[in-house]
């Protein structure tokens, strides 16, 4: 698996599903066109830009150029890496037809070719085994999710990390995994 600093930007669940399984970083997803309307992803996506930069890989259709423009307006040259899919004809195993441009999008490239690709722009990465996460079961014994009090804890949580309240459990876990290991994991959130 390949650890990323910087936050992957993608443009759906399937997107991120497919990345999930080559890199290990934090994945956020725009949710199409509605990160149009969605402020607050938004401005965690620029958050995030600063901290430790973002890597946007979109479609190569006329949706995922314009999500990346959008995307790129306001955040510093030297925080944003775009990647690029070639464009490859054919229809994702999910789907019943092709897209409209008659491309495969992030979801359907292969892994070797996701690859290649972020090692073209010169990002740096390492391999990394044998690190020990942050999992679910320790969000539950936090009391961060599935206790009577987690969502007030988790709110909490949120508020003192600076990020935005629309953030599920499982995104939560991937970026603290990105920022901290499970022993500055388990310090940090006695202090909350």
Do not use: W
Request: aromatic share 8%.
């Amino acid at each position: 698996m390949i650890k990323l600093k910087e936050a992957v930007i993608v443009e759906g669940r399937y997107d991120k599903i497919k990345l999930s399984n080559i890199i290990d970083a934090l994945i956020i997803e725009t949710n199409g066109f509605q990160i149009y309307k969605d402020k607050e992803r938004l401005k965690f996506i620029r958050k995030i830009a600063q901290e430790r930069g973002i890597i946007v890989l979109t479609d190569s259709d006329c949706s995922g150029f314009q999500i990346r423009n959008y995307l790129s307006c306001g955040i510093p040259e030297n925080k944003i890496h775009h990647l690029y899919i070639p464009d490859i004809y054919g229809v994702e195993r999910r789907k019943n037809k092709p897209s409209a441009e008659g491309k495969i999008g992030v979801e359907g490239i292969d892994d070797k070719i996701l690859i290649r690709l972020f090692e073209s722009i010169g990002v740096k990465y390492k391999y990394e085994e044998n690190r020990e996460l942050i999992t679910n079961y320790d969000l539950f014994a936090a009391g961060i999710s599935g206790g009577s009090n987690s969502k007030a804890k988790r709110k909490k949580l949120l508020k003192k990390l600076d990020l935005p309240e629309f953030l599920s459990t499982n995104s939560l876990l991937s970026y603290l995994n990105s920022v901290m290991s499970k022993a500055e994991f388990e310090s940090y959130i006695l202090t909350i």
